[in-house]
């Protein structure tokens, strides 16, 4: 990656009972944690092959949180043993998911010159693509990757945009297009 470009993995810990709780009734809590768990070790995997300037995970709850724990061990276990070295945790902290994405490319940008955001419900988001996105940001503003459901797997930015992610209405078919209207409105290249 010719500039400098850090990569953060946005998650919530593979607690049962509160990751994926949509998929509760298919697979059970226990089953949904597994597949958060899986989702995540993926996204891990894609993200380490990528030879990023700095590479987090920034999870949800905090560090009081037992899910903290177990983010943390997860990350011990020997599929996670090639990114140990490179990969930080950070917390996401409070306020809604824009909100929290915000800061945490905010605290990218005040290091490197591109940051890319990723959440670990894409497993199509691989090496390549984060490799493709990363490249994107040499000649344009902000890259995205959207989602099936509406929203978008991936954002990534050379400059703090706060509009981007202020009241938006996430977790909507909406949120994708409404992004575009206000990238558009903000001014800058992208590309998705």
Not at 77 to 87: D, E, F, G, I, N
Not at 150 to 170: D, I, K, N, S
């Amino acid at each position: 990656l010719p500039m400098s470009a850090a990569l953060v993995i946005f998650a919530k810990a593979p607690v049962a009972g509160q990751a994926k709780t949509r998929m509760i009734p298919a697979l059970g809590a226990q089953g949904a944690a597994r597949l958060a768990q899986q989702l995540l070790l993926h996204a891990v995997h894609q993200a380490a092959q990528v030879p990023w300037d700095a590479l987090a995970l920034c999870v949800s709850p905090d560090t009081t949180h037992p899910a903290f724990t177990l983010a943390q061990d997860l990350l011990r276990k020997p599929t996670a043993t090639t990114v140990q070295s490179r990969l930080t945790l950070s917390l996401q902290g409070d306020g809604d998911l824009g909100q929290r994405m915000h800061r945490a490319l905010l605290r990218g940008l005040s290091q490197h010159a591109a940051v890319l955001l990723m959440g670990t419900d894409a497993p199509d988001l691989n090496a390549a693509v984060l490799q493709q996105a990363a490249q994107a940001l040499q000649t344009h503003d902000a890259v995205f990757v959207p989602a099936h459901d509406g929203g978008y797997a991936l954002v990534g930015l050379r400059q703090p945009v706060p509009e981007l992610f202020e009241g938006m209405v996430w977790s909507t078919a909406s949120v994708m297009a409404e992004t575009r209207i206000r990238t558009h409105q903000a001014g800058l290249r992208w590309c998705e």
